[in-house]
């Protein structure tokens, strides 16, 4: 489904999808992997969201719209969790239809806008007007790893966050790693 992405760079929407698994990964937040036919028409989900979760099988699905395959709608179901984070390809289909519906199901739904992709850039932005219209809530994956890292003073998180936002916080991470460095520099003096 990456061939077909236009909506954005490939490079830019995987570092935020990555960005955001790794940041599932290390707040032990509960993931659902999916495909669309994955041996016949889409593929394998790509590899470097599947290394963050090597014990995760996708489910594959034949439903463009995610909420209506049983077994996804389980698994989601089987988190516990009334709001749901969804990214995904192409944003216009595979996003929209599942956090609609999600949506009408009673689960409060968050899109992380930069971790999704559409087939153009007016199909994106016309997914994502769509579901904000519905009120789906728009997060980047940043936002919503920040959001739940909360505070500074969280020490059992803090070591994961950082060096997620080192490594795929582009400016920001950047910034974090001159800053780090230069304060031991700094108490030196």
């Known amino acids: 489904m990456f061939f077909g ?4 760079s490939r490079n830019i ?22 495909t ?16 963050v979760f090597p014990d995760i099988m996708p489910i594959d699905r034949t439903t463009l719209n ?24 192409w944003t216009e289909v595979c996003v929209a239809l599942p956090a609609l519906s999600a949506m009408e199901d009673g689960y409060e739904v968050y899109v992380v ?15 994502l007007k769509r579901m904000i219209q519905a009120g789906v809530k728009p997060v980047t994956w940043q936002a919503a790893l920040l959001e739940m ?8 998180t803090y070591q994961a966050v950082t060096s997620i936002i080192k490594e795929y916080g582009g400016a920001y991470g950047l910034g974090l790693e001159y800053a780090q460095a230069m304060v031991p520099a700094a108490q030196q003096n």
Request: proline fraction near 2%; include cysteine; hydrophobic fraction near 45%.
């Open 5 to 8: 992405v236009e909506s954005t």
């Open 149 to 156: 890292q909360r505070d500074w003073a969280n020490k059992d």
């Open 66 to 89: 995610a909420w209506e395959d049983t077994n996804f709608k389980k698994a989601v179901e089987g988190t516990n969790r009334n709001k749901l984070l969804l990214a995904g390809l």
């Open 36 to 51: 669309v036919e994955a041996q016949k028409f889409s593929g394998p989900l790509v590899s470097r969201i599947q290394s």
């Open 13 to 34: 929407v995987l570092n935020a999808a990555t960005g955001l698994a790794k940041t599932a990964q290390a707040l032990s937040i509960p993931i659902v992997l999916s």
């Open 113 to 127: 806008a930069d971790a999704c992709a559409g087939s153009s850039c007016e199909a994106h932005n016309m997914a």
